[in-house]
């Protein structure tokens, strides 16, 4: 067994944030728009401004997202090559079929 756990935590923090649907929902598209704001996203998803903001916090603290500032908006994308490569086998089917 590996002695150094580091790898597993940091791999496990991030499956753990793509656990959640919402996250989940919110990483895949932002894969498939390249980028996009808050309320671009709220208005998907219909869930409030602070819950959508709550979950890209989390992503963020992660580094599973980035924000990118223009003046008042921020536009998020999802810089973390894993991730995408999670979600593209997560959804390949959809993908494919779309």
Known sequence: MD?????YNEAADILKALAHPVRLCIVRGLIEKSSCN???????LDLPQ??????LQKLRSLGIVEADRKGLEVNYSVTNERVKQIIEIMFKEEINNE
């Open 3 to 7: 002695n150094n756990f580091k790898a």
């Open 38 to 44: 808050v309320s671009y996203m709220q208005e998907c």
């Open 50 to 55: 602070s819950t959508v903001s709550q979950h």
